[in-house]
């Protein structure tokens, strides 16, 4: 049975609520691995932040890799932003480094959605007309293909009272509804914030920007170590194709497939970034013996443990022991019986 939030229409089938609850029961253990995974968290922030610039400038067009945004952002120098491709990047990176340390300051409000959007397009000096105030023209979205033709994906709301009374009308729901369950506000602001489209550039970039703010301020800040965006890019396609089915709906749209889209990027992002937290905790916790014994078995692989201990002048029970223990964690595997047995990394 479908449900009326907001302006659309919602299923909420065993699929989407198990995928909530998968996503909740993470967010229930985040404050115990905050605490014992600090330094490993600014790390992973880090990583995050770069690929969360490039990849969501990319969708929209831009050509920088990580490794050239990585390289732009420990050099920037804003009086040389000469080519569109650095100025959104500097602008997104800018934007999200203020939404990580500022979230719980910014309120939803037309005034700072209007402020997010002049800080992203700050050093696009094509952009100077209309930055951080409603379109004034029509904006339709347009996929480029590869031959360069323009594909429409969505016509969006019309410029002037239509996309005033549009934004008004979501920010009211958002700050009245105190039914529908975080996640589920997270996802249907971003949709139809991007289906409204009231800007007249940077929509599909200050929507997934208003995305990481709203989980930060829902509680989600395990978002912060990981790149919704890069998740996003990697799906372009089914992100573009599950926009237009809804929109093509509109008013009055099931957006349900739209909601398994988002939570399930989310819950990719959350096992992604509980894999990174599993493995620096196996390392932290391998002696520098296991490590040595890692280590020649990755640079020998089929080695046997008298070699080991002979290359390494570790005892053979020790040898013994470790390679015991790390067949245990399935960091290794073992071929063969007896004097016979070699092995190799799992």
Same mark, same amino acid.
């Given at each position: 049975? $479908?449900?009326?939030?907001?302006?659309?229409?919602?299923?909420?089938?065993?699929?989407?609520?198990?995928?909530?609850?998968?996503?909740?029961?993470?967010?229930?253990?985040?404050?115990?691995?905050?605490?014992?995974?600090?330094?490993?968290?600014?790390? #992973?922030?880090?990583?995050?932040?770069?690929?969360?610039?490039?990849?969501?400038?990319?969708?929209?067009?831009?050509?920088?890799?990580?490794?050239?945004?990585?390289?732009?952002?420990?050099?920037?120098?804003?009086?040389?932003?000469?080519?569109?491709?650095?100025?959104?990047?500097?602008?997104?990176?800018?934007?999200?480094? #203020?939404?990580?340390?500022?979230?719980?300051?910014?309120?939803?409000?037309?005034?700072?959605?209007? %402020?997010?959007?002049?800080?992203?397009?700050?050093? /696009?000096?094509?952009?100077?007309?209309?930055?951080?105030?409603?379109?004034?023209?029509?904006?339709?979205?347009?996929?480029?293909?590869?031959?360069?033709?323009?594909?429409?994906?969505?016509?969006?709301?019309?410029? %002037?009272?239509?996309?005033?009374?549009?934004?008004? %009308?979501?920010?009211?729901?958002?700050?009245?509804?105190?039914?529908?369950?975080?996640?589920?506000?997270?996802?249907?602001?971003?949709?139809?914030?991007?289906?409204?489209?009231?800007?007249?550039?940077?929509?599909?970039?200050?929507?997934?920007?208003?995305?990481?703010?709203?989980?930060?301020?829902?509680?989600?800040?395990?978002?912060?170590?990981?790149? #919704?965006?890069?998740?996003?890019?990697?799906?372009?396609?089914?992100?573009?194709?599950?926009?237009?089915?809804?929109? $093509?709906?509109?008013?009055?749209?099931?957006?349900?497939?739209?909601? $398994?889209?988002?939570?399930?990027?989310?819950?990719?992002?959350?096992?992604?970034?509980?894999?990174?937290?599993?493995?620096?905790?196996?390392?932290?916790?391998?002696?520098?013996?296991?490590?040595?014994?890692?280590?020649?078995?990755?640079?020998?692989?089929?080695?046997? /443990? %008298?070699?080991?201990?002979?290359?390494?002048?570790?005892?053979?029970?020790?040898?013994?022991?470790?390679?015991?223990?790390? #067949?245990?964690?399935?960091?290794?595997?073992?071929?063969?019986?007896?004097?016979?047995?070699?092995?190799?990394?799992?």
């Amino acid at each position: 049975m $479908a449900e009326q939030v907001h302006t659309v229409e919602i299923t909420l089938d065993w699929a989407l609520l198990g995928t909530l609850s998968k996503l909740d029961r993470f967010d229930a253990r985040w404050a115990a691995i905050e605490r014992r995974e600090g330094q490993t968290l600014k790390q #992973l922030k880090a990583i995050a932040t770069v690929r969360s610039v490039g990849a969501s400038t990319r969708i929209e067009g831009s050509r920088m890799s990580d490794e050239e945004v990585e390289v732009l952002l420990r050099n920037t120098d804003i009086t040389k932003l000469e080519d569109r491709d650095s100025q959104e990047v500097v602008g997104y990176f800018q934007v999200l480094d #203020l939404i990580s340390e500022s979230y719980a300051d910014i309120d939803i409000s037309e005034n700072s959605i209007k %402020g997010l959007h002049n800080q992203l397009l700050r050093f /696009s000096r094509k952009d100077d007309w209309h930055r951080g105030n409603y379109k004034q023209h029509s904006n339709a979205v347009e996929a480029t293909l590869p031959n360069g033709t323009k594909q429409l994906i969505f016509q969006t709301t019309p410029p %002037g009272i239509a996309t005033e009374d549009a934004m008004r %009308g979501l920010l009211a729901w958002y700050h009245t509804d105190e039914a529908t369950h975080p996640l589920v506000q997270c996802a249907l602001f971003c949709y139809d914030f991007v289906s409204i489209h009231p800007f007249q550039d940077g929509n599909g970039r200050l929507s997934r920007l208003l995305a990481t703010l709203l989980l930060l301020r829902h509680g989600y800040v395990w978002i912060q170590y990981v790149s #919704l965006e890069h998740e996003i890019e990697s799906r372009k396609t089914n992100y573009y194709r599950e926009l237009q089915k809804c929109q $093509a709906q509109r008013p009055g749209e099931n957006i349900s497939s739209w909601l $398994a889209f988002f939570f399930d990027a989310l819950l990719k992002v959350q096992q992604q970034l509980l894999q990174k937290l599993t493995a620096h905790e196996t390392d932290t916790q391998t002696s520098p013996r296991e490590k040595a014994v890692l280590a020649f078995v990755g640079n020998y692989p089929g080695c046997k /443990s %008298g070699q080991i201990a002979e290359k390494l002048a570790i005892p053979s029970p020790t040898v013994k022991r470790i390679l015991a223990g790390l #067949l245990t964690q399935q960091r290794i595997r073992k071929e063969g019986k007896g004097p016979a047995t070699i092995y190799y990394l799992g």
